[in-house]
């Protein structure tokens, strides 16, 4: 008896478990929809694979603008992401030091131009005297010619003729004192002219240095850093300090980015 329980236990199960499986399987075959295709023209054409990457966004053309002179800065008209046009001013330098130095420069100038008029007007004078000389020195030479014609008739003493003699030789060596001051004031005057070149081209220097406190946009653009303010001293001995970066168009940019060498393909 022990034994037909077992064995019907076990049909019963199988049982059970047959119709488990049917039941799954029917139910899979139910729920599965037909296969569909999809067809198409096969053509040629660039693959796109995209890759995203953390980098940075630089201007293509970015000019730094500095100062060629050192001073305090007055007065700051633009800050960042200011639109800025060429030759535009951007800052200003206190010009009063620059300004007092244009005045000496223009003043030595003046100067030495008043002492090349003076020693213009003694080569005048020394001319003249010259002039005026000669003509002494003529006049001194027909009388000594005469005084002689006189002595070979004994009509005058030696020392009549003597004293013509020394005067014609006085005069013959003014002649020449006045030839060598003349010589000496030509190189006087070419040494004023000399140093009024020096003086002009130290007043040129002085206006541009002026002219270096107004400092000016060199291009058009987008200022985008800005390292100065109102008060700030700028020394420029060494090189030019950059008080404005300058980018010219941020329509034209350029990137760096770090791409894992996986996606380079």
Same mark, same amino acid.
């Given at each position: ?5 077992i064995?019907? *236990? %076990? ?7 047959a119709g488990? @499986? ?9 729920t599965?929809e037909p296969?569909s295709?999809r067809l ?7 693959m796109?694979?995209?890759v995203?990457s953390?980098g940075?966004?630089?201007p293509v053309?970015? !000019?730094d603008?500095? $100062?060629?002179v050192?001073?305090?800065? #007055? &007065? !700051?008209l !633009?800050?960042?992401?200011? /639109?800025v046009?060429q030759? +535009?001013?951007?800052a %200003?330098?206190? #010009?009063?030091?620059f ?5 000496? *420069? ?6 030495a131009k #008043?002492? /090349?008029?003076?020693q213009?007007a003694s080569?005048?004078?020394l001319d003249?005297? @010259? =002039?005026?000389?000669?003509?002494v020195?003529?006049e001194l030479?027909r ?7 006189l002595?070979?008739?004994n009509m005058?003493?030696q ?5 013509? !003699?020394? &005067?014609h ?9 006045l %030839? #060598?001051?003349t ?6 005057i070419?040494?004023s002219? *000399?140093?009024?070149?020096?003086? *002009?081209?130290?007043?040129?220097e002085r206006e541009?240095?002026? +002219? &270096?406190?107004v400092?000016?946009s060199?291009?058009?653009g987008v200022?985008i850093?800005r ?9 420029a $001995? /060494?090189?030019?300090p950059? %008080?404005?970066?300058i980018?010219?168009d941020?329509? +034209?940019?350029?990137l +760096?980015? $770090?791409v894992?060498?996986?996606? =380079?393909?």
């Open positions: 008896m022990r034994r037909v329980g064995f019907s *236990a %076990l049909v019963i199960t199988i049982v059970f478990v488990v @499986l049917y039941v799954v399987l029917r139910s899979n075959e139910t599965k296969s295709y198409a023209e096969v053509v040629s054409g660039p796109e694979v995209i995203s953390i940075k966004v630089h053309l970015i !000019v603008v500095g $100062s060629q050192s001073g305090q800065v #007055a &007065n !700051v !633009v800050d960042y992401n200011s /639109l046009q030759g +535009e001013i951007i %200003l330098l206190d #010009a009063t030091p300004q007092a130095r244009l005045e000496m *420069a223009q003043a030595d100038l003046a100067q #008043a002492s /090349l008029a003076m213009k080569l005048e004078q003249a005297d @010259l =002039i005026g000389a000669r003509a020195f003529k030479a009388d000594l010619e005469s005084q002689e014609l002595l070979k008739r005058v003493s020392s009549i003729v003597d004293a013509a !003699v020394a &005067n030789d006085q005069s013959h060596a003014r002649i020449d004192s %030839l #060598a001051q010589k000496r004031q030509m190189a006087q070419r040494t002219e *000399a140093q009024i070149l020096s003086r *002009a081209a130290a007043l040129r541009t240095e002026l +002219e &270096n406190t400092i000016r060199p291009v058009e200022v850093n390292d100065v303010d109102p008060g700030q001293t700028v020394a $001995s /060494l090189q030019a950059v %008080l404005f970066t980018a010219k941020l329509r +034209e940019i350029h +760096e980015v $770090s894992d060498e996986a996606d =380079i393909g």
